[in-house]
């Protein structure tokens, strides 16, 4: 199995998701660390509760969001961690993050991008008239939110939607999309090419021919 490490903010949900996958044995997969940006997470009383070790790398206690990032990539590193899962990370990569995983950190990103990138995804649907939305599952590169697709999912958006009953519905999407795309990842079937992600049949696809 492949070793992540989870990137977190706030509630934890995705994070939740994929360490729900991990235990019921459907991603191959060693969640080695959770890491919060922000101390009051609830997603770092989760993470514990499924038995991960947590680390706080609070912006607060770096000189600049530089240092702060590269505390985060040293945690990673000397845990083995060879895949970063980005879920609700709320915070934009620098630098030291990609330069250390270049083409191993994923993303879940609640629009169907490249449309709505940024904060407020789900409102900026609503905002738009859009009559489907969706959630995104990407390599992550210098661009917000604009790496290589690996996987996307779609809902529609409802006459009545709130942001809320939205950003719900595409959360249901969410919990199901980020396993799956990690999946590919940890059986070796995501191959980058330039901006695209072709994705390989199963390996019994591949090698047996009647
Ligand atoms: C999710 O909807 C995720 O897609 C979104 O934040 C939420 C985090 O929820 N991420 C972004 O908007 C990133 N630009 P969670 O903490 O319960 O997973």
Do not use: W
Request: proline share 8%.
């Amino acid at each position: 199995p492949v070793t992540a490490g989870i990137l977190v903010s706030g509630r934890g949900s995705n994070m939740e998701a994929l360490l729900r996958a991990v235990a019921a044995g459907c991603l191959s997969a060693h969640v080695a660390v959770v890491v919060s940006d922000n101390p009051e997470a609830p997603a770092l009383g989760k993470a514990r509760r499924y038995g991960v070790e947590t680390v706080v790398a609070d912006r607060r206690a770096y000189p600049d969001r530089t240092a702060q990032e590269g505390a985060v990539a040293s945690a990673l590193m000397v845990r083995g961690v060879e895949l970063v899962l980005l879920a609700g990370y709320m915070r934009l990569l620098r630098g030291p993050l990609l330069a250390a995983y270049p083409g191993r950190i994923l993303n879940i990103h609640p629009a169907l991008l490249p449309a709505f990138p940024g904060l407020h995804a789900q409102r900026q649907a609503l905002d738009h008239g859009a009559k489907v939305a969706g959630c995104t599952v990407h390599f992550v590169d210098a661009g917000t939110d604009m790496g290589p697709i690996v996987l996307q999912a779609a809902v529609p958006v409802l006459e009545d939607d709130t942001e809320e009953t939205l950003a719900a519905r595409i959360l249901v999407a969410e919990h199901r999309l980020y396993p799956a795309a990690v999946q590919l990842y940890a059986e070796g079937r995501l191959v980058l090419e330039g901006r695209r992600v072709r994705i390989l049949p199963p390996p019994r696809d591949r090698s047996s021919r009647p």
